[in-house]
Every structure is written in C-alpha cells, then in structure tokens.
C-alpha cells in the first residue's frame, strides 16, 4: 500500500507561484511514474505532468512553459513548481503514483486558487 500526501496548496494572486509537494511512503515496489492531475469545480481531472523514474518529464499543454515537475528521491517526494499562475489554475490538484505490480495510487488532493 502506498500512502502519498500532497502539501503547499494555497491562495495567490495572479502571476504568482507556488511549490506542491508529494510524498510518497509505504511502497516496497519501485515507482515508475508520478503525476500531477488537477481538478476544477465542475470540470473533468485533467493531467498536469508526469515525471518517469528516469527523471523524464511531460506537461499538458495548458501549463507548458510555466509548470515544473522535479523530484528527490532520496525523499520519495515529487514537486510541482508553479509559476505565473492565472485564474485558470484553480484547482484541487492531486498526485497518483503507479507502482510496478501493483496498481495507482492517489493522494488526498491539496487546493490551490488564484485570485485575479
């Protein structure tokens, strides 16, 4: 069972930043994958970016240019730098692992607005 908590969520003003972190704990399986996905008051989840265990990185095209995903993994933990955020940004965003041989897992969710 894998356990993954998200923090650093918040409120900003428009053109600011902030930093999400995951942690991931409780896995004797190696993870392959990390993700961000974020989910707006009646809108679909949609995914953010995926970080592979090599370090590799892709981004949805909403958030190209401004989102960052990096990891330490000496921690366990991935991060999700953020900058010039817009309104749009406003979301629950939330992390899934996908760990060998044993399915996906998500984390609680951390809220993040962004005030115009």
């Known amino acids: 069972q894998v356990q993954l908590v998200e923090s650093g969520g918040g409120l900003v003003q428009a053109g600011g930043s902030l930093r999400l972190s995951c942690a991931a704990s409780?896995?004797?399986?190696?993870?392959?994958?990390m993700a961000w996905y974020r989910q707006a008051p009646g809108e679909k989840r949609e995914l953010v970016g995926i970080i592979s265990s090599g370090g590799t990185t892709k981004y949805g095209d909403s958030v190209k240019g401004r989102f960052t995903m990096f990891k330490d993994n000496l921690k366990n933990t991935v991060f999700l730098r953020m900058n010039a955020l817009k309104p749009e940004d406003t979301a629950v965003y939330y992390c899934?692992?996908?760990?060998?041989?044993?399915?996906?897992?998500w984390g609680q969710g951390t809220q993040v607005t962004v005030s115009s």
């Open positions: 899934r692992a996908f760990v060998s041989g044993a399915g996906d897992y």
């Open positions: 409780g896995s004797d399986s190696s993870i392959d994958v």
